[in-house]
C-alpha cells in the first residue's frame, strides 16, 4: 500500500518542482540591479499572461480540436493502462492481507469451534469424573461401616484402584490439553513463520509493484514524449510544406510584379523622350518671343528715363518754393505763440478774479441764507405767537360773546318769564313762547371757510412737527379741523406713503433744489407738488383723497379682526371718540373704523392713486386763488343778532306791559292801605293779648289761694 | 611581464585604485573609507614607496608587484567572516543571531552545528535548514510530510518520541522530559510512541514460570506497575492535535513476558483524563494495547463531548459490545469523523448499537469494523442504517462472517445511497446469489469508487461487472474533478434520478 503513496507523493514533488517558478532574481534583493531585473521580468510575465487571456478562448479552441490528436490519445491510453496497474498491483498487494484476514477468520473459527468441543469435553469429563469421585466418596461411607479387615483392604485397594484411575484419568486429559497447547504452540511458530513470510512476500511484491510502477510510468511517460514529437515533427513538416508553397508562390508572383516593372519602365522612357523633344522646340519659340519684348521694353526705358529727368527738375523747382514757404510759417508760428502766452496771462488773472469772486459770493450767501433761516424761524414763531394770539383772541372773543349773550339770554329768558307769568297769571291768557333763530345761537357765528390743501398740510406737518405736548390735545379739540372720522397722525402717515411712493410726480429740477431743505420743508413742497399734479386744491379733496386711501383699504381688503388689533390702542380710542361725536351727521358707510394705513401697502398706492385720480376727474369749478388772509370775522350779523336780541319781546306786548304796570300800580296802592288797615288791627290783637295775659298773672298769683275767695273761684272766665 | 600583471589588476580596478588613492592623500579621506579598513591594510607597501611618481596612471592600477617576494593573492579573510566564525565557535555560551543582517544569519545558521544543546536553539532558530541537518544526521530515514513539513517540528517529535520510548518509570528522571516540554512545546503537534516500557522490577525471574503459564489475570492484581503518565507532558504542549500510542514493548526477543504487554487500570485512567484536559487533540490513536470493554468505557467516557476530537482508532483490541455501545454513544456526542474499531471482538449487538448511533449521525466519514464478528444480524442492522445516514462515504467490513442477507439489504443501499466511495467486504460469505444482488445494487449507483470483494465467495462474472462499473464510476469522479464547473449539474441531474430510482 505504501509504495503508490510514496510514488504518489514523488511525483506531486516533481509538479510542485515543474510548477514552482526558476527561482530568478527576486525583488526583495539587496541588489538594485537585480530588483530592476526582478520587476522587468514580473512586468513581463503579467504582459504574458494578460496577452494568454486575450488568446485564450482561440487556443481553447484550437485545443480542443487537438485533442483529438495523437497525443491526447496516447494520455488517455497511458493513463488508463496506468491506473489500470496501480489497481491491479494494489489488489496484488493487499491480497496479502486479504488472505490472512480470511485466515485469520477461519482460524478463529476453528478455534471456536475447537475451543467449544474443548469446553464440552471439559464438561462431559467433569461430570464423569464427579460421578467417579462421589461413587468413590460413596464407598468411603461403605468402608466405615466394614468391620472385617480384608473387606477393608480390598476395599481400600478397590478404591486406590479408582482413585488412581481418576487421577489418570485426569493426568491424561492435563497430558491431552498440553499436548494441544503443544500443538498450538508449533502452529504459532508455524503461522509466525508464515506471517513472516507473508510480510516478506508482502514487502517483495511492494518492491515489485514500485519497480513495476515505475517502470511503466517512465514508459508511459517516454510514450507520451515519443507521441508529443511526433506529433510535433508533423506539425513541422506541413508548417514547413505551407510555408515552402507560400514562398514559392511569393517568388512566383515577384518574378510578375518585376516584368511588369519593366514593361512599364520602358513605356515611361518612350514618353520622356518625346516629352523633351517637344520641350525644346518651345523653348525656342518662347526664347524669339521673349528677346523681342525685352527691345520693346529697352526703348520704353529710354522714354521713361526722359521723362524721369524732366520730373526731377520740377520737384526741384518745387522743394525750393516749399522751403520758402516754411520759413514763413515758423516765423508765423513764433508769433502766435508769443500771443497765446499773452492770452494764458490774461486767463490766468482772469481765472484768480472769478475765484475770488466765487468766494465772496459764496460767503455772502452763507450770510444771506443764515439771516434768511434765522428770519424764517422768527418768522415762524411769530406765526406761531400770531397763531396763538387769534387762538386767544378768538377764545376770549368767543367767551365774552358767550358771556353776553349768556346775560341776554338770561334777560331774555327773564322777560319770557315775566311775560308767561303775567300772561297767565295777570291775564290768564296761555302763554307761547317766541322762537327765534337767534335763540337757538350759541357763540360766535361764523362762516368756514375753505383752506387751501397746502394749508392742511403744513399745519398737520407743523403740527407734526410740535408732537408731544401738543399730541395729547391735537385729537379732538386740536384747532386743525381735520375730517373728523381721520386722526391727523393717519393722515400725516398716509400723505408720507404718498409723498414717498408718487415721487415720479414731482419735476426733477424741484427735486435736486429740495435737496438742502429741510425734511418736512421738503416733505411739503413735495406733497404741494404731487397735490397740484393731481388736482388737489383744497380741504376737501384732501379729505376725499384720505378717505379714498382708507376705504379702498378697506374694501380691497377682508374686514378682519386682525387689522383691527394692529392699529394702536391710543389711536382706536381716538376713532371711537370721534365715532361717537360724529354718529349725528355722518353717513352709515363712514362708520367703519378706518384702518390703519400703516397697512396700505406701498405698492398699492399707485392703484389708489389711479383709482382716485380717474374718479375725481369730474367737472369742477374753478374757484378763485384761494385767499392767503384767513381769520377776518365779518362782523355784519353781530349787530343783527344783537340786536335781534333785544326785540325779543314785541312792542304790542310792551304796551300791553304798560298798561298792566299803571293797572298794577293802582291796584298796589288798595292793596298798601289794606295793608296798613291790616297792620292796626294786628297791633290792637296784640294789645288785648297783653292785657290777658296780665289777667292770668293776676289770676294765677299765691295771693289768690291765700284769699278766702280767690277771685278765681268767683269768676270764671268765661272762655273756660 | 607588466602586461600580464595588469590584466588580473584590471579586472578589480576600483579596488585598487580606491586604495591607492588612500595612500596618496594620506589623512584626507581616511574618516571616508572607514568601511573598507581590511582592504586598504592589504595593499602591500611597496606601492608607498612607488606612490610618489603620479603620472603613472597605468601604474597605480597594479597590484602584484615583481620585486616584492612575500606578496601573496591570499587574502586575508573578511572581518565580517572572522566574525561570524568566532560568533559559530561561541554559539553555545553566547547566541547572538537576530541581531546580524539576514545574510549573516543564513552564514551563521550555515555553519553550526547540530549537535548544539536544544536550550540554546529550540526556541531560537527558525531556520529550516538548520534543523533538516540536525534531523538527517541523527536519524537515517526522515518523511518530513508525516510531520507536517516542517524539519523543525519533525526533529522535536522525533526527539520527545524518542525519549517517550527509553522512558523507564521509577528509574528515569521524569525531569528529562518535563525539561524539554518549554522548549518543545510550540513545535510539538504530534506524538507517536510505539513502546511503553514497564517499571523495573527486581525479581521478574522467580515469577517468570508462573507468568509463563498463567493468563495475564496474574499481572493484573499488581497494582503498582504503571507507565509513563503522558499527564504533564500533554498538559504542556499548547499544539498537540494527534495522539498515538502502543502500549507494549518492541524487540523483547526472548525476555518476553506477557507483563511486558500489560495496559492497567491505572494507565487507563491517567490517559482518560489526559485525552480529556487535551482540547486541541484531533486524533487520537491506541491500537495493540489490549484494551477491554471496561477500559475502552472508561477511554470513551472521558472523550464524550471532546471539542476538537475527529478520529478515534482503538483497533487491534479486545473490545467487544460493551466497548461498542460506548463508542456509539461518542458517535452522539462527539464530533468524530473516522472511527476505527479493526480487529476488536465486536458481535451483533455492538454492531446493532453502532447502526443506531449511524443512523442519525451527521459527522462520521469512515467507519472501520475489519475482523469482528458482527455476522448477518449486524450486517442487516448497519444496512438499514446506511438508507438513511447521509454523511458515511467509507465502510470496511472485511471478515465479519456477513453472508447473503445483507448482501441484499446492501445492494438496495447501494441504489439509493449517494454518498458512499468505498465499501470492503472482503473474507464474507456472500456466496453467487449475494453477488448477482450487489451487482443489481452496482447497476444504479454512480458514486461508489471502490467495492473490495475479494474473497467472498462470489462468481467471477459479477466481481468482474461489479469492476467495471466501479471504472465507469472512477472515471465518471475524475471528469467532476477536472471540471468543477461541471460538477454540479450532473451530481443534481442523478441525484432526482436516484431519488425516483
Same mark, same amino acid.
Given at each position: @500500500?505504501?509504495?503508490?503513496?510514496?510514488?504518489?507523493?514523488?511525483?506531486?514533488?516533481?509538479?510542485?518542482?515543474?510548477?514552482?517558478?526558476?527561482?530568478?532574481?527576486?525583488?526583495?534583493?539587496?541588489?538594485?540591479?537585480?530588483?530592476?531585473?526582478?520587476?522587468?521580468?514580473?512586468?513581463?510575465?503579467?504582459?504574458?499572461?494578460?496577452?494568454?487571456?486575450?488568446?485564450?478562448?482561440?487556443?481553447?479552441?484550437?485545443?480542443?480540436?487537438?485533442?483529438?490528436?495523437?497525443?491526447?490519445?496516447?494520455?488517455?491510453?497511458?493513463?488508463?493502462?496506468?491506473?489500470?496497474?496501480?489497481?491491479?498491483?494494489?489488489?496484488?498487494?493487499?491480497?496479502?492481507?486479504?488472505?490472512?484476514?480470511?485466515?485469520?477468520?477461519?482460524?478463529?473459527?476453528?478455534?471456536?469451534?475447537?475451543?467449544?468441543?474443548?469446553?464440552?469435553?471439559?464438561?462431559? %469429563?467433569? =461430570?464423569?469424573?464427579?460421578?467417579?469421585?462421589?461413587?468413590?466418596?460413596? =464407598?468411603?461411607?461403605?468402608?466405615?461401616?466394614?468391620?472385617?479387615?480384608?473387606?477393608?483392604?480390598?476395599?481400600?485397594?478397590?478404591?486406590?484402584?479408582?482413585?488412581?484411575?481418576?487421577?489418570?484419568?485426569?493426568?491424561?486429559?492435563?497430558?491431552?490439553?498440553?499436548?494441544?497447547?503443544?500443538?498450538?504452540?508449533?502452529?504459532?511458530?508455524?503461522?509466525?513463520?508464515?506471517?513472516?513470510?507473508?510480510?516478506?512476500?508482502?514487502?517483495?511484491?511492494?518492491?515489485?509493484?514500485?519497480?513495476?510502477?515505475?517502470?511503466?510510468?517512465?514508459?508511459?511517460?517516454?510514450?507520451?514524449?515519443?507521441?508529443?514529437?511526433?506529433?510535433?515533427?508533423?506539425?513541422?513538416?506541413?508548417?514547413?510544406?505551407?510555408?515552402?508553397?507560400?514562398?514559392?508562390?511569393?517568388?512566383?508572383?515577384?518574378?510578375?510584379?518585376?516584368?511588369?516593372?519593366?514593361?512599364?519602365?520602358?513605356?515611361?522612357?518612350?514618353?520622356?523622350?518625346?516629352?523633351?523633344?517637344?520641350?525644346?522646340?518651345?523653348?525656342?519659340?518662347?526664347?524669339?518671343?521673349?528677346?523681342?519684348?525685352?527691345?520693346?521694353?529697352?526703348?520704353?526705358?529710354?522714354?521713361?528715363?526722359?521723362?524721369?529727368?524732366?520730373?526731377?527738375?520740377?520737384?526741384?523747382?518745387?522743394?525750393?518754393?516749399?522751403?520758402?514757404?516754411?520759413?514763413?510759417?515758423?516765423?508765423?508760428?513764433?508769433?502766435?505763440?508769443?500771443?497765446?502766452?499773452?492770452?494764458?496771462?490774461?486767463?490766468?488773472?482772469?481765472?484768480?478774479?472769478?475765484?475770488?469772486?466765487?468766494?465772496?459770493?459764496?460767503?455772502?450767501?452763507?450770510?444771506?441764507?443764515?439771516?434768511?433761516?434765522?428770519?424764517?424761524?422768527?418768522?415762524?414763531?411769530?406765526?406761531?405767537? @400770531?397763531?396763538?394770539?387769534?387762538?386767544?383772541?378768538?377764545?376770549?372773543?368767543?367767551?365774552?360773546?358767550?358771556?353776553?349773550?349768556?346775560?341776554?339770554?338770561?334777560?331774555?329768558?327773564?322777560?319770557?318769564?315775566?311775560?308767561?307769568?303775567?300772561?297767565?297769571?295777570?291775564?290768564?291768557?296761555?302763554?307761547?313762547?317766541?322762537?327765534?333763530?337767534?335763540?337757538?345761537?350759541?357763540?360766535?357765528?361764523?362762516?368756514?371757510? /375753505?383752506?387751501?390743501?397746502?394749508?392742511?398740510?403744513?399745519?398737520?406737518?407743523?403740527?407734526?412737527?410740535?408732537?408731544?405736548? %401738543?399730541?395729547?390735545?391735537?385729537?379732538?379739540?386740536?384747532?386743525?379741523?381735520?375730517?373728523?372720522?381721520?386722526?391727523?397722525?393717519?393722515?400725516?402717515?398716509?400723505?408720507?406713503?404718498?409723498?414717498?411712493?408718487?415721487?415720479?410726480?414731482?419735476?426733477?429740477?424741484?427735486?435736486?433744489?429740495?435737496?438742502?431743505?429741510?425734511?418736512?420743508?421738503?416733505?411739503?413742497?413735495?406733497?404741494?407738488?404731487?397735490?397740484?399734479?393731481?388736482?388737489?386744491?383744497?380741504?376737501?379733496?384732501?379729505?376725499?383723497?384720505?378717505?379714498?386711501?382708507?376705504?379702498?383699504?378697506?374694501?380691497?381688503?377682508?374686514?378682519?379682526?386682525? /387689522?383691527?388689533?394692529?392699529?394702536?390702542?391710543?389711536?382706536?380710542?381716538?376713532?371711537?371718540?370721534?365715532?361717537?361725536?360724529?354718529?349725528?351727521?355722518?353717513?352709515?358707510?363712514?362708520?367703519?373704523?378706518?384702518?390703519?394705513?400703516?397697512?396700505?401697502?406701498?405698492?398699492?398706492?399707485? =392703484?389708489?392713486?389711479?383709482?382716485?385720480?380717474?374718479?375725481?376727474?369730474?367737472? /369742477?369749478?374753478?374757484?378763485?386763488?384761494?385767499?392767503?388772509?384767513?381769520?377776518?370775522?365779518?362782523?355784519?350779523?353781530?349787530?343783527?343778532?344783537?340786536?335781534?336780541?333785544?326785540?325779543?319781546?314785541?312792542?304790542?306786548?310792551?304796551?300791553?306791559?304798560?298798561?298792566?304796570?299803571?293797572?298794577?300800580?293802582?291796584?298796589?296802592?288798595?292793596?298798601?292801605?289794606?295793608?296798613?288797615?291790616?297792620?292796626?288791627?294786628?297791633?290792637?290783637?296784640?294789645?288785648?293779648?297783653?292785657?290777658?295775659?296780665?289777667?292770668?298773672?293776676?289770676?294765677?298769683?299765691?295771693?289768690?289761694?291765700?284769699?278766702?275767695?280767690?277771685?278765681?273761684?268767683?269768676?270764671?272766665?268765661?272762655?273756660? | 611581464?607588466?602586461?600580464?600583471?595588469?590584466?588580473?589588476?584590471?579586472?578589480?580596478?576600483?579596488?585598487?585604485?580606491?586604495?591607492?588613492?588612500?595612500?596618496?592623500?594620506?589623512?584626507?579621506?581616511?574618516?571616508?573609507?572607514?568601511?573598507?579598513?581590511?582592504?586598504?591594510?592589504?595593499?602591500?607597501?611597496?606601492?608607498?614607496?612607488?606612490?610618489?611618481?603620479?603620472?603613472?596612471?597605468?601604474? +597605480?592600477?597594479?597590484?602584484?608587484?615583481?620585486?616584492?617576494?612575500?606578496?601573496?593573492?591570499?587574502?586575508?579573510?573578511?572581518?565580517?567572516?572572522?566574525?561570524?566564525?568566532?560568533?559559530?565557535?561561541?554559539?553555545?555560551?553566547?547566541?547572538?543571531?537576530?541581531?546580524?543582517?539576514?545574510?549573516?544569519?543564513?552564514?551563521?545558521?550555515?555553519?553550526?552545528?547540530?549537535?548544539?544543546?536544544?536550550?540554546?536553539?529550540?526556541?531560537?532558530?527558525?531556520?529550516?535548514?538548520?534543523?533538516?541537518?540536525?534531523?538527517?544526521?541523527?536519524?537515517?530515514?526522515?518523511?518530513?510530510?508525516?510531520?507536517?513539513?516542517?524539519?523543525? +517540528?519533525?526533529?522535536?517529535?522525533?526527539?520527545?518520541?524518542?525519549?517517550?520510548?527509553?522512558?523507564?518509570?521509577?528509574?528515569?528522571?521524569?525531569?528529562?522530559?518535563?525539561?524539554?516540554?518549554?522548549?518543545?512545546?510550540?513545535?510539538?503537534?504530534?506524538?507517536?510512541?510505539?513502546?511503553?516500557?514497564?517499571?523495573?522490577?527486581?525479581?521478574?525471574?522467580?515469577?517468570?514460570?508462573?507468568?509463563?503459564?498463567?493468563?495475564?489475570?496474574?499481572?493484573?492484581?499488581?497494582?503498582?506497575?504503571?507507565?509513563?503518565?503522558?499527564?504533564?507532558?500533554?498538559?504542556?504542549?499548547?499544539?498537540?492535535?494527534?495522539?498515538?500510542?502502543?502500549?507494549?514493548?518492541?524487540?523483547?526477543?526472548?525476555?518476553?513476558?506477557?507483563?511486558?504487554?500489560?495496559?492497567?487500570?491505572?494507565?487507563?485512567?491517567?490517559?482518560?483524563?489526559?485525552?480529556?484536559?487535551?482540547?486541541?487533540?484531533?486524533?487520537?490513536?491506541?491500537?495493540?494495547?489490549?484494551?477491554?470493554?471496561?477500559?475502552?468505557?472508561?477511554?470513551?467516557?472521558?472523550?464524550?463531548?471532546?471539542?476538537?476530537?475527529?478520529?478515534?482508532?482503538?483497533?487491534?483490541?479486545?473490545?467487544?459490545?460493551?466497548?461498542?455501545?460506548?463508542?456509539?454513544?461518542?458517535?452522539?456526542?462527539?464530533?468524530?469523523?473516522?472511527?476505527?474499531?479493526?480487529?476488536?471482538?465486536?458481535?451483533?449487538?455492538?454492531?446493532?448499537?453502532?447502526?443506531?448511533?449511524?443512523?442519525?449521525?451527521?459527522?462520521?466519514?469512515?467507519?472501520?469494523?475489519?475482523?469482528?464478528?458482527?455476522?448477518?444480524?449486524?450486517?442487516?442492522?448497519?444496512?438499514?442504517?446506511?438508507?438513511?445516514?447521509?454523511?458515511?462515504?467509507?465502510?470496511?467490513?472485511?471478515?465479519?462472517?456477513?453472508?447473503?442477507?445483507?448482501?441484499?439489504?446492501?445492494?438496495?443501499?447501494?441504489?439509493?445511497?449517494?454518498?458512499?466511495?468505498?465499501?470492503?467486504?472482503?473474507?464474507?460469505?456472500?456466496?453467487?446469489?449475494?453477488?448477482?444482488?450487489?451487482?443489481?445494487?452496482?447497476?444504479?449507483?454512480?458514486?461508489?469508487?471502490?467495492?473490495?470483494? +475479494?474473497?467472498?465467495?462470489?462468481?467471477?462474472?459479477?466481481?468482474?461487472?461489479?469492476?467495471?462499473?466501479?471504472?465507469?464510476?472512477?472515471?465518471?469522479?475524475?471528469?467532476?474533478?477536472?471540471?468543477?464547473?461541471?460538477?454540479?449539474?450532473?451530481?443534481?441531474?442523478?441525484?432526482?434520478?436516484?431519488?425516483?430510482?
Amino acid at each position: @500500500m505504501n509504495p503508490p503513496g510514496s510514488l504518489r507523493v514523488l511525483e506531486e514533488n516533481e509538479k510542485e518542482h515543474l510548477a514552482t517558478p526558476i527561482v530568478g532574481p527576486s525583488i526583495h534583493s539587496d541588489n538594485p540591479q537585480e530588483r530592476i531585473q526582478a520587476r522587468r521580468l514580473r512586468i513581463a510575465a503579467r504582459l504574458e499572461a494578460r496577452r494568454r487571456e486575450a488568446l485564450g478562448e482561440h487556443l481553447d479552441g484550437k485545443e480542443s480540436e487537438e485533442d483529438q490528436s495523437k497525443s491526447y490519445k496516447q494520455k488517455e491510453e497511458s493513463r488508463l493502462k496506468l491506473a489500470k496497474l496501480l489497481l491491479c498491483g494494489t489488489e496484488l498487494v493487499t491480497n496479502i492481507q486479504v488472505a490472512a484476514d480470511i485466515r485469520e477468520v477461519h482460524r478463529r473459527a476453528e478455534e471456536e469451534e475447537i475451543k467449544r468441543q474443548r469446553l464440552e469435553k471439559l464438561e462431559n %469429563e467433569v =461430570k464423569t469424573s464427579q460421578d467417579k469421585f462421589d461413587e468413590i466418596a460413596m =464407598k468411603w461411607e461403605e468402608g466405615k461401616q466394614k468391620r472385617i479387615p480384608q473387606e477393608l483392604w480390598e476395599m481400600l485397594n478397590a478404591q486406590q484402584v479408582h482413585c488412581a484411575g481418576l487421577v489418570e484419568d485426569k493426568n491424561k486429559l492435563i497430558s491431552e490439553l498440553q499436548q494441544e497447547l503443544e500443538t498450538k504452540h508449533d502452529q504459532y511458530v508455524k503461522d509466525l513463520k508464515k506471517q513472516s513470510g507473508d510480510i516478506c512476500l508482502l514487502l517483495e511484491r511492494m518492491e515489485e509493484q514500485v519497480k513495476n510502477v515505475m517502470k511503466t510510468f517512465r514508459q508511459e511517460l517516454q510514450y507520451i514524449e515519443k507521441a508529443f514529437e511526433v506529433e510535433r515533427q508533423e506539425l513541422l513538416t506541413s508548417n514547413k510544406k505551407k510555408w515552402e508553397q507560400a514562398l514559392q508562390a511569393h517568388s512566383a508572383k515577384e518574378l510578375e510584379y518585376l516584368m511588369n516593372r519593366i514593361k512599364k519602365v520602358e513605356d515611361h522612357e518612350k514618353q520622356l523622350n518625346k516629352q523633351r523633344i517637344w520641350d525644346c522646340e518651345e523653348y525656342n519659340t518662347i526664347k524669339i518671343k521673349l528677346e523681342q519684348d525685352v527691345q520693346i521694353l529697352e526703348q520704353q526705358l529710354q522714354q521713361m528715363k526722359a521723362t524721369y529727368q524732366l520730373n526731377q527738375e520740377k520737384l526741384e523747382y518745387s522743394f525750393q518754393v516749399l522751403k520758402k514757404r516754411d520759413e514763413e510759417s515758423t516765423v508765423i508760428k513764433s508769433q502766435q505763440k508769443r500771443k497765446i502766452n499773452c492770452l494764458h496771462d490774461v486767463l490766468n488773472n482772469l481765472r484768480s478774479k472769478y475765484n475770488k469772486q466765487v468766494k465772496q459770493f459764496q460767503e455772502e450767501n452763507q450770510s444771506l441764507t443764515s439771516d434768511y433761516k434765522r428770519l424764517v424761524m422768527q418768522f415762524k414763531e411769530m406765526q406761531k405767537a @400770531m397763531r396763538h394770539f387769534a387762538l386767544i383772541d378768538d377764545k376770549q372773543f368767543r367767551e365774552i360773546w358767550l358771556m353776553n349773550e349768556e346775560e341776554a339770554k338770561d334777560l331774555i329768558s327773564r322777560a319770557f318769564d315775566v311775560d308767561r307769568v303775567i300772561h297767565t297769571h295777570h291775564l290768564g291768557l296761555p302763554w307761547t313762547a317766541p322762537d327765534f333763530w337767534f335763540l337757538k345761537n350759541v357763540g360766535p357765528i361764523s362762516q368756514q371757510q /375753505r383752506k387751501s390743501a397746502t394749508q392742511i398740510l403744513e399745519e398737520v406737518l407743523m403740527e407734526a412737527e410740535e408732537e408731544g405736548a %401738543e399730541e395729547a390735545a391735537s385729537a379732538p379739540g386740536s384747532y386743525l379741523d381735520l375730517p373728523k372720522q381721520v386722526s391727523a397722525k393717519t393722515t400725516r402717515k398716509i400723505l408720507m406713503l404718498l409723498c414717498d411712493e408718487s415721487g415720479f410726480l414731482i419735476e426733477s429740477k424741484l427735486l435736486s433744489l429740495l435737496l438742502p431743505l429741510d425734511k418736512n420743508e421738503c416733505y411739503l413742497l413735495k406733497l404741494d407738488a404731487i397735490f397740484s399734479a393731481l388736482g388737489i386744491e383744497n380741504e376737501d379733496d384732501l379729505y376725499k383723497l384720505v378717505n379714498f386711501f382708507l376705504k379702498y383699504q378697506a374694501h380691497h381688503s377682508p374686514p378682519s379682526q386682525e /387689522r383691527t388689533s394692529l392699529v394702536s390702542p391710543l389711536e382706536k380710542l381716538d376713532l371711537q371718540g370721534e365715532k361717537e361725536g360724529s354718529l349725528v351727521d355722518r353717513e352709515p358707510q363712514e362708520k367703519q373704523p378706518p384702518p390703519s394705513p400703516r397697512l396700505i401697502h406701498p405698492n398699492d398706492v399707485l =392703484k389708489i392713486l389711479e383709482a382716485f385720480v380717474t374718479g375725481l376727474r369730474k367737472p /369742477r369749478d374753478f374757484r378763485a386763488p384761494v385767499k392767503l388772509l384767513k381769520v377776518v370775522r365779518d362782523d355784519s350779523k353781530d349787530s343783527e343778532y344783537w340786536k335781534a336780541l333785544t326785540t325779543v319781546i314785541p312792542a304790542t306786548t310792551l304796551n300791553l306791559w304798560d298798561a298792566l304796570y299803571t293797572a298794577l300800580e293802582k291796584y298796589h296802592l288798595v292793596l298798601t292801605q289794606r295793608a296798613k288797615l291790616l297792620l292796626e288791627s294786628r297791633s290792637l290783637e296784640r294789645q288785648d293779648t297783653e292785657l290777658r295775659q296780665l289777667l292770668q298773672q293776676y289770676l294765677d298769683a299765691k295771693i289768690n289761694s291765700e284769699l278766702q275767695a280767690p277771685p278765681t273761684q268767683v269768676f270764671r272766665v268765661p272762655t273756660k | 611581464m607588466e602586461e600580464t600583471q595588469i590584466t588580473p589588476s584590471l579586472s578589480v580596478p576600483s579596488w585598487s585604485s580606491a586604495s591607492t588613492q588612500d595612500q596618496s592623500s594620506t589623512a584626507g579621506q581616511a574618516s571616508s573609507t572607514g568601511p573598507q579598513p581590511s582592504k586598504s591594510c592589504v595593499v602591500p607597501p611597496p606601492v608607498k614607496s612607488k606612490g610618489p611618481s603620479p603620472g603613472a596612471g597605468v601604474r +597605480r592600477m597594479r597590484r602584484i608587484i615583481a620585486e616584492d617576494a612575500e606578496w601573496s593573492v591570499a587574502t586575508v579573510p573578511l572581518l565580517t567572516e572572522l566574525c561570524i566564525q568566532h560568533i559559530v565557535k561561541n554559539f553555545q555560551n553566547n547566541p547572538i543571531l537576530k541581531q546580524l543582517l539576514p545574510e549573516h544569519q543564513k552564514k551563521v545558521l550555515n555553519q553550526l552545528s547540530p549537535g548544539l544543546p536544544l536550550a540554546v536553539t529550540a526556541n531560537l532558530i527558525e531556520d529550516e535548514n538548520y534543523w533538516r541537518r540536525c534531523c538527517t544526521q541523527r536519524w537515517p530515514v526522515c518523511h518530513v510530510d508525516e510531520h507536517g513539513g516542517s524539519w523543525k +517540528r519533525m526533529f522535536f517529535e522525533l526527539h520527545l518520541e524518542n525519549l517517550l520510548k527509553h522512558f523507564i518509570p521509577s528509574t528515569t528522571d521524569p525531569e528529562v522530559i518535563l525539561s524539554l516540554l518549554p522548549l518543545c512545546r510550540n513545535y510539538v503537534h504530534t506524538i507517536r510512541v510505539d513502546q511503553f516500557l514497564p517499571p523495573v522490577q527486581l525479581p521478574p525471574p522467580l515469577r517468570g514460570g508462573d507468568q509463563s503459564d498463567s493468563s495475564s489475570e496474574g499481572e493484573m492484581e499488581e497494582p503498582a506497575t504503571g507507565h509513563y503518565q503522558l499527564g504533564d507532558l500533554v498538559a504542556g504542549l499548547s499544539h498537540l492535535e494527534e495522539l498515538d500510542l502502543v502500549y507494549g514493548v518492541k524487540d523483547c526477543g526472548m525476555n518476553f513476558e506477557w507483563n511486558l504487554f500489560l495496559f492497567t487500570y491505572r494507565d487507563c485512567h491517567s490517559l482518560a483524563a489526559t485525552v480529556k484536559a487535551c482540547h486541541t487533540l484531533k486524533i487520537f490513536r491506541l491500537t495493540r494495547s489490549k484494551v477491554d470493554d471496561d477500559k475502552a468505557r472508561i477511554l470513551v467516557f472521558s472523550l464524550l463531548d471532546h471539542a476538537a476530537l475527529e478520529e478515534l482508532d482503538l483497533s487491534h483490541n479486545l473490545i467487544g459490545d460493551r466497548g461498542a455501545r460506548a463508542a456509539a454513544k461518542l458517535l452522539g456526542h462527539s464530533r468524530l469523523r473516522v472511527l476505527n474499531l479493526a480487529n476488536n471482538q465486536v458481535r451483533a449487538p455492538g454492531a446493532q448499537s453502532l447502526a443506531h448511533a449511524l443512523a442519525h449521525n451527521s459527522n462520521l466519514v469512515s467507519l472501520n469494523l475489519r475482523l469482528n464478528c458482527i455476522e448477518d444480524e449486524g450486517g442487516q442492522v448497519l444496512a438499514h442504517a446506511l438508507q438513511t445516514n447521509k454523511c458515511l462515504t467509507t465502510l470496511h467490513l472485511g471478515g465479519n462472517e456477513l453472508s447473503e442477507p445483507t448482501a441484499t439489504l446492501l445492494s438496495q443501499v447501494l441504489s439509493i445511497n449517494t454518498t458512499l466511495t468505498s465499501i470492503n467486504l472482503s473474507c464474507n460469505h456472500i456466496g453467487l446469489d449475494g453477488g448477482k444482488q450487489l451487482l443489481e445494487g452496482m447497476s444504479d449507483n454512480k458514486t461508489l469508487l471502490e467495492f473490495d470483494l +475479494r474473497l467472498s465467495g462470489i462468481a467471477q462474472e459479477s466481481e468482474y461487472l461489479i469492476s467495471q462499473a466501479l471504472c465507469a464510476n472512477r472515471e465518471a469522479a475524475r471528469q467532476r474533478a477536472l471540471s468543477p464547473s461541471h460538477f454540479m449539474s450532473p451530481a443534481t441531474a442523478k441525484g432526482p434520478e436516484n431519488l425516483a430510482g
